[in-house]
């Protein structure tokens, strides 16, 4: 069964990549929304937690504990980008889903629907970079986050 | 049809000219503003994949099935950028699933012009032009094919439109 996020939900999508976000002007790249083909659901998706409940502090925990722990390439979190759920249901032409999948984490969630063609799955993607919001952590607190987990 | 030189690859005569020995004070005092501009277009080019290309290496070895960036992609993205010589070089970053992205910016008119490419001699780009302005579409990496981008890149990036 399908559960789809609702509306009201931040999501938070954590970037693993210095390319993917400009720290001075405080924005995302597109490449960070880039879908990647799942395995599990057997379809394009992009990755999400559903940190509405949590605190600032939690949403960087999970991203360490669970996003970073199950990196199998060694990649350490560098940011997030928080759009709100409603957002992303609402790109227009989009036509985009944001659907439970808690197999790894209760609050993990999928981007998917993703259109077929890959310059509308571009152009997706730069509209989500362009609404959503960069987070930087503290280096500090992931350290301390890391070394506990 | 309008011709481009094709500067990234060094001209017969500055090759004959470093195969010869030649004086470098000779060559850079004949240097014309073209071909320093050029040069300098290639640094920036190279020091933009260089260092998206470092992040990625970073990481070489642990699983790269994500991050790998094919060689193809990097020859794709270097030989599109000297076709589209009249924008300027955009951000480079890497792609999930292999493959380097770009992106250029216009803050002030809020219009971003973005391109991927795959490594298969292809362009797949996306424009977000301000409103309810957009378009996307793909395009074969050949020289007059992707003359239509530049114009559109360019379009975005004027800041009197």
């Known amino acids: 069964m399908t559960v789809?996020?609702?509306?009201s939900s931040r999501l938070s999508r954590f970037i693993f990549s210095k390319s993917h976000f400009?720290?001075?002007?405080?924005?995302?790249?597109?490449?960070?929304?880039?879908?990647?083909y799942s395995a599990k659901i057997q379809k394009l998706a992009a990755s999400v937690l559903d940190g509405n409940e949590l605190s600032e502090a939690d949403i960087w925990s999970a991203g360490v504990t669970f996003a970073e722990a199950e990196r199998t390439d060694g990649r350490k979190l560098?940011?997030?980008a928080d759009i709100k759920c409603e957002v992303v249901l609402n790109c227009k032409d989009c036509n985009l889903a944001v659907?439970?999948?808690?197999?790894?984490?209760?609050?993990?969630?999928?981007?998917?629907?993703?259109?077929?063609?890959e310059s509308a799955q571009l152009l997706a993607a730069t509209e989500l970079s362009q609404k959503s919001k960069l987070e930087l952590p503290s280096e500090t607190e992931l350290e301390v986050l890391r070394s506990k987990h | 049809m309008e011709?481009?030189?094709?500067?990234?690859?060094?001209?017969?005569?500055?090759?004959?000219?470093?195969?010869?020995?030649?004086?470098?004070?000779e060559d850079q005092d004949t240097?014309?503003?073209?071909?320093?501009?050029?040069?300098?277009?290639?640094a920036e080019i190279l020091s933009g994949l260089a260092e998206i290309?470092?992040?990625?290496?970073?990481?070489?070895?642990?699983?790269?099935s994500e991050t790998n960036i094919t060689v193809s992609a990097v020859l794709d993205v270097f030989m599109a950028l000297q076709y589209?010589?009249?924008?300027p070089v955009p951000d480079f970053m890497y792609l999930l699933g292999g493959g380097i992205g770009v992106e250029w910016l216009n803050e002030k008119k809020n219009k971003t012009f973005v391109a991927n490419f795959r490594g298969n001699s292809k362009i797949v780009y996306a424009g977000l032009l301000g409103g309810d302005d957009k378009l996307h579409g793909s395009v074969p990496l050949q020289e007059t094919k992707i003359k239509k981008l530049e114009y559109l890149v360019d379009d975005a990036l004027n800041e009197s439109i």
């Open chain 2, 53 to 64: 290309l470092n992040e990625v290496f970073e990481n070489e070895g642990k699983d790269s």
């Open chain 1, 22 to 36: 400009a720290r001075e002007s405080r924005r995302v790249k597109h490449g960070a929304f880039v879908p990647t």
């Open chain 2, 84 to 87: 589209l010589h009249r924008v």
């Open chain 1, 78 to 80: 560098k940011a997030r």
């Open chain 1, 99 to 117: 659907i439970r999948e808690t197999s790894l984490h209760e609050l993990h969630a999928n981007i998917e629907n993703w259109p077929e063609v």
């Open chain 2, 31 to 42: 240097l014309s503003v073209e071909e320093a501009d050029n040069k300098s277009r290639i």
């Open chain 1, 4 to 7: 789809e996020v609702p509306g």
């Open chain 2, 3 to 25: 011709t481009h030189q094709s500067y990234w690859l060094p001209s017969e005569e500055s090759e004959i000219e470093e195969n010869r020995g030649g004086s470098i004070v």
